[in-house]
């Protein structure tokens, strides 16, 4: 199984970013899909999850702000960022759960990818 992010980039506040999550290996469309993010010297925090069946669940800090969405004949699930602030700056990363519970610890999450960087700053 591998899960690969693109499209992280520094970002000017109250910009916008979308980032995607490439999947292979896994019956994609049976897994539920997740986004972290990891700030500089602290945890790794939920952000947003969407089921097979296009339930969803956000973290209230992105609520309004963020969007999660997935592409099952692309294999691909993405995450749309706008009203960008600098406390978004963090590594994000997406994670695939067979369960597809929308639960927000990242102890649920069977597959992980590698990560991509988004900065916010002016």
């Known amino acids: 199984v591998q899960l690969v992010e693109s499209g992280g980039a520094l970002a000017q506040p109250g910009g916008s970013l979308t980032l995607a999550c490439a999947a292979s290996g896994l019956s994609f469309d049976r897994y539920g899909l997740a986004w972290f993010r990891q700030a500089l010297g602290k945890e790794r925090e939920f952000v947003a999850a969407?089921?097979?069946?296009?339930?969803?669940h956000y973290t209230d800090s992105v609520k309004g702000r963020f969007a999660i969405s997935r592409d099952n004949a692309e294999n691909t699930v993405y995450l749309q960022m706008n009203s960008l602030r600098p406390e978004d700056t963090a590594t994000y990363y997406c994670?695939?759960?067979?369960?597809?519970?929308?639960?927000?610890?990242?102890?649920?999450?069977?597959?992980w990818g590698q990560g991509t960087q988004v900065t916010v700053s002016s």
């Open positions: 969407i089921t097979w069946d296009w339930r969803n």
């Open positions: 994670a695939a759960e067979i369960s597809s519970s929308l639960s927000s610890s990242p102890a649920r999450y069977e597959y």
